[in-house]
Structures are given as structure tokens and as C-alpha cells.
């Protein structure tokens, strides 16, 4: 597109532009002084993020924030209180008046935040404890990507309260496929690619998700424990779902069975799940529920329902 007829186009997305930039920075600040330990790589990530979105200083609230991040990082050092008075200045900004702008300032606020927590290069057991707390006050972005992959993925490295080498790197190469590269000076795409190859993340479950069946539909990939594929679809109809063969983006939930999977309980591999990720990076609402939580739901219902056994 032409240089004056992008321009012309901007003047329409300017104020959701403006959205995303106040959003990311707050998630970035934040992330910067999770571990209250501002190094100069990470001064150097938010200098350079400022001059990115330099030609935003003529318009508010950019004209108000800009100047504040400025004098903070003008010495090098970023201190608690200067970081909290950046935040609470993006916080007055920020609009969250209805429940999409909720939902989409969060997740603008995530991918900021694990932006912030990655400025350095490295990713620390205090800010992955940070992380986890900012996610345990964020439940309502169950079902919305990348939380929920995030989400699970915290779960089971933390779950023994210990996080070795391979799983900071496991965090790292999801990380990567959220953080915005061009709007880095630290991070490399090609070196987070190199750790890619060494971990391979398809799709994660989501962890203890809401599950109705009513007017929902269903598909499932791989081989389930306590019933057959085509029994647990008559199960579903049965309950007023919809079971379909393959994921699209009207797919409501993908179940995954348990039985001969050589992974981890809450992390599945397979096209399927691949299909489905993917459709949830372009705003797909599809939850991946691992095959524990969707009988876990069924057990819990009051009705019991009839499985016709050929």
C-alpha cells in the first residue's frame, strides 16, 4: 500500500492503535520490574520502545506518557517508584469500559508483560512466580489465546514447585511465539527459533475449563480411556451438543484423549490440535480440554446419560 493511502488508512485505526500502545506498555513496565531488578538491557528494551512509537507524541494520551517513560529511563536506571508512576499513568489511560475492551486490553497487557519479562534475554524464578500471580487474578481470559496455553503450561512446571532448565526454556520458546520482535532491541527471533527446535510446544490444554454442552460443538482427537469415539459423540447429542470430524473456527471444544499418548497430561500434539492453535492465534474461541476434565464435567452433571454399546 502506498505510503499517503496507508496514512490515509491509519486515521480510522489510530484509536485502536493507540489502545494496543498504552495496553503493551503498561504490560511491559510491568514485566520489566516484575523481579524489582531493572538491568540496563531492560532500560535499553524500553528506550527503544519509545523511540519505535515516537510518532505517537503528538497525540494523547502519548504526549502525556512519553515524556514520564523518558526521564525515567534518561540515567539508566528505573526504579520502583518511577516504574509505578509510568504504570499508574497508563492505568488512567487505559479504557476498560466494556468487556471486549476488557478482554482485549488484557491480553495487549499479557503479550506486553511477557515482552517486559524477556527484555534481558533471560527469565527468572521471580518473574515466572509473577507471571503466575498476574495470571491466578486474570481467570476471565480463560478461552482466550494465549492465555489458556499459558496458563497450563505454568501449571505443570509448578506444580512440584521446583522449575528446572528445560522447562525456563519450555516458557521461553511459547514466549516467543507471543512477543512482537520488531518491537525489540534485545530479542532475536532467530535465536528464539534456534530454541524451537529443541522444544516442540503443538497445543495445551486448558487447565480445569468451563465445559456446557448445550448448542456447543465438540471434536475430539486421539484415543479415549473410558469410551469409544463414536460412543462419546452419542454421549454428546445426547447432552445438546454437536460432534463434528474436523476443527474449524465454529469448533467450541477439542477434547483430547489420554489413552497411548506419549505426553504430558496437559500438553497434545497432533494436526488437529495444530489447526486448532492456530485458529485460536487469529481469535478463534476453540478451548483444548484434555480428557480428564471433559468426564470430570460429565460425572458432575446430574443428568446421567445412556451410552448405546454396539
Known sequence: MPTKE????????????????????????????????????????????????????????????LPVVERATEDGVVTEDEAKDILWLCNNFADNNSYYNMITSSIQFLSGMLHGLMADGE????????????????????????????????YVILEDKRITQRERETLMVLFGGVIDFTSSYNLSEKEFSRLREQ????????????????????????????????????????????????????TDYLVVGNAGN????????????????????EGAEIVIVNETDFWDTVDDMDITPTIERT
Open 6 to 65: 496507508l496514512e490515509n488508512y491509519r486515521q480510522f485505526t489510530k484509536p485502536a492503535e493507540l489502545h494496543k500502545a498504552v495496553n503493551t506498555l503498561r504490560g511491559l513496565v510491568a514485566g520489566i520490574n516484575s523481579d524489582m531488578e531493572v538491568g540496563s538491557s531492560e532500560v535499553t528494551e524500553l528506550v527503544h520502545w519509545c523511540e519505535l512509537h515516537a510518532d505517537l507524541r503528538d497525540r494523547h494520551p502519548f504526549s502525556e506518557i
Open 262 to 281: 506419549p505426553c504430558w497430561a496437559y500438553a497434545c500434539y497432533g494436526r488437529k490440535i495444530e489447526q486448532a492453535v492456530s485458529l485460536r492465534k
Open 123 to 154: 527469565l527468572s524464578d521471580r518473574e515466572i512466580l509473577a507471571l503466575k500471580s498476574w495470571m491466578d487474578a486474570n481467570q476471565f481470559l480463560a478461552g482466550t489465546y494465549p492465555f489458556d496455553e499459558i496458563n497450563s503450561l505454568l
Open 199 to 250: 522444544y516442540s510446544i503443538g497445543g495445551i490444554c486448558a487447565v480445569c475449563p468451563e465445559i456446557s454442552f448445550e448448542g456447543k460443538t465438540f471434536c475430539f482427537t486421539g484415543e479415549f480411556y473410558r469410551a469409544k469415539r463414536a460412543e462419546i459423540a452419542q454421549l454428546v447429542t445426547q447432552l445438546g451438543g454437536t460432534v463434528r470430524t474436523s476443527v474449524s473456527a465454529k
